[in-house]
């Protein structure tokens, strides 16, 4: 249903929602000004209608509006196989980052797998990853300086985590990390769905001089639960199909955007 041939007020709530609901899953994001405006009802009928998407658990509401919702946490290998193609794509890209003698830390993301099942043995790189299944496509792939950051292994994420790991992360200080995201926002930053894969991720974030993430196009404009870090620490966000309007945000954040 078009909302230029209907009055947004003479809809039932539901296909008010149904409305908004569709343009922050096209936009990753909604204002309720803007939205306001654009429907010529007051922000006090948006906001009603945001809440109870929120309540259902379809968006997150923030200040000023609503964020497309992260992806819900799944095993490893159905993460794996969502966004397949797309996540080898953005991993072949971000070879491009890469410089001969660098130390890489990778952390347990099905996306950094896929990096590490592209790395390049001529680069002479030393490679750090709490991920049993990352250290094993390295190797595979000619990797010889490896590092398998130990601790007790997290059956959802494949990857070591707890007290163990976080020191060991601590005594490292790779030239590059590759963080994997379940959500990025402007405002909230790189989050992630689970607790203890965010005190892996803040301490990779700490011990790292240099920040990037391959996020597809359905990790943009959202968030999750636990914060890892704010969007001025990211340096590289290599990721696919951001509109120009999303890509100025990050840039103008000091993220430098990189389009597969």
């Given at each position: 249903?078009?909302?230029?041939?209907?009055?947004?007020?003479?809809?039932?709530?539901?296909?008010?929602?149904?409305?908004?609901?569709?343009?922050?899953e096209r936009?990753?994001?909604?204002?309720?000004?803007q939205?306001?405006a654009?429907?010529?009802v007051?922000?006090?009928?948006?906001?009603?209608?945001?809440?109870?998407?929120?309540?259902?658990g379809?968006?997150?509401?923030?200040?000023?509006?609503?964020?497309?919702?992260?992806?819900?946490?799944?095993?490893?290998?159905?993460r794996l196989?969502?966004?397949h193609?797309?996540k080898?794509?953005?991993a072949?890209y971000?070879l491009r980052l890469l410089?001969?003698?660098?130390?890489l830390?990778?952390d347990?993301?099905?996306?950094?797998?896929?990096?590490?099942?592209?790395?390049?043995?001529?680069?002479?790189?030393?490679?750090?990853?709490?991920?049993?299944?990352?250290?094993?496509?390295?190797?595979?792939?000619g990797?010889?300086?490896?590092?398998?950051?130990?601790?007790?292994i997290?059956?959802?994420?494949?990857?070591a985590?707890?007290?163990g790991?976080l020191?060991?992360?601590?005594?490292?200080?790779?030239?590059?990390?590759?963080?994997?995201a379940?959500?990025?926002?402007v405002a909230?930053?790189?989050?992630?769905?689970?607790y203890e894969?965010?005190?892996?991720?803040?301490?990779?974030?700490?011990?790292?001089?240099?920040?990037?993430?391959?996020?597809?196009?359905?990790?943009?404009?959202a968030?999750?639960?636990?914060?890892?870090?704010?969007?001025?620490?990211?340096?590289?966000?290599?990721?696919?199909?951001?509109?120009?309007?999303?890509r100025?945000r990050y840039?103008?954040a000091?993220?430098e955007?990189?389009?597969?």
């Amino acid at each position: 249903m078009s909302s230029a041939s209907v009055s947004y007020d003479d809809l039932i709530p539901a296909e008010r929602q149904r409305l908004l609901l569709a343009c922050v899953e096209r936009d990753g994001r909604i204002a309720s000004v803007q939205a306001a405006a654009q429907f010529g009802v007051s922000e006090d009928t948006i906001r009603r209608d945001l809440r109870d998407l929120a309540d259902a658990g379809l968006l997150d509401r923030v200040h000023g509006g609503a964020l497309r919702k992260a992806p819900a946490s799944h095993p490893f290998e159905t993460r794996l196989a969502r966004n397949h193609e797309e996540k080898k794509r953005l991993a072949v890209y971000a070879l491009r980052l890469l410089r001969k003698g660098m130390t890489l830390m990778l952390d347990q993301s099905t996306s950094n797998l896929m990096l590490a099942r592209a790395l390049p043995a001529d680069l002479e790189l030393i490679v750090a990853t709490p991920s049993p299944d990352i250290a094993v496509a390295a190797l595979d792939r000619g990797i010889s300086d490896l590092v398998l950051i130990g601790g007790k292994i997290d059956a959802r994420s494949r990857g070591a985590g707890g007290a163990g790991a976080l020191e060991q992360i601590g005594r490292i200080r790779p030239d590059l990390c590759f963080l994997g995201a379940c959500a990025i926002d402007v405002a909230a930053g790189v989050t992630v769905i689970e607790y203890e894969d965010a005190c892996v991720k803040r301490a990779m974030v700490a011990a790292a001089a240099r920040i990037a993430v391959l996020a597809t196009a359905d990790k943009l404009d959202a968030r999750a639960s636990f914060a890892v870090a704010p969007l001025d620490r990211l340096d590289d966000l290599v990721t696919e199909n951001l509109p120009d309007a999303a890509r100025q945000r990050y840039a103008a954040a000091g993220v430098e955007v990189h389009l597969v």
